[in-house]
């Protein structure tokens, strides 16, 4: 879980006993403490380990290349660096390219469970990725994916049977949650793993 839900988590747990206590007294206060808590345990149930994602690899196997963009992909650099990943170039075997968009959930549209704008953003960039990789000769599928990266990549990982994974995000500052996404895919990728900065320098 990332801090900053690990730290609203802990926030409405705390406001939500008080003010239980505040307005109908400790026994309301008890009561609540003991459904968050069967909330909680029933969260930690459903969590998974977090063990390595994919398989490694068969070399006599096709090459299937998976690019996750948190952001369109449109610049010439990331294009280029993308179109040379898949092939394209004659530098290495052609690879079957799908491209995935995490929809990016906003904290007032999760409120309002109103997730429709999201996944229209998330269409939005896939085309635009979609579109500006084709000019440089890359055909490629595209699907919406988990609104988590991480999650996202192991839904689609299996599925599509990667071999290789490139993340395509904006800079640390411009996208901390991709930035710690890259992080803990290239220690539980079992395929090969490349970050792209969008616009900047390959990581």
Do not use: C, H, N
């Amino acid at each position: 879980m990332a801090p900053w839900k690990l730290l609203l988590t802990v926030i409405a747990i705390v406001v939500l006993i008080v003010g239980g206590v505040m307005l109908a007294g400790p026994g309301a206060g008890l009561a609540l403490g003991a459904l968050v808590a069967v909330g909680l345990i029933y969260v930690a149930v459903r969590m998974r380990p977090r063990g390595g994602i994919g398989v490694a690899p068969d070399p006599l196997l096709r090459r299937r290349l998976l690019v996750v963009v948190s952001r369109a992909v449109e610049d010439p650099a990331t294009t280029a660096a993308i179109a040379a990943e898949a092939g394209v170039d004659g530098t290495r075997d052609l690879a079957e390219v799908m491209i995935l968009a995490p929809v990016r959930i906003g904290f007032f549209d999760r409120w309002a469970s109103d997730l429709e704008p999201a996944r229209r953003e998330a269409q939005k960039a896939l085309v635009l990725s979609v579109a500006s990789l084709a000019k440089v000769g890359v055909v490629a599928e595209a699907r919406v994916g988990d609104e988590d990266i991480v999650q996202a990549v192991e839904d689609q990982v299996g599925s599509f049977e990667a071999t290789e994974v490139v993340l395509v995000t904006g800079t640390d500052d411009e996208d901390p949650a991709a930035a710690i996404a890259a992080e803990e895919l290239s220690t539980r990728l079992r395929t090969g793993f490349r970050r792209l900065v969008a616009g900047g320098v390959p990581g």
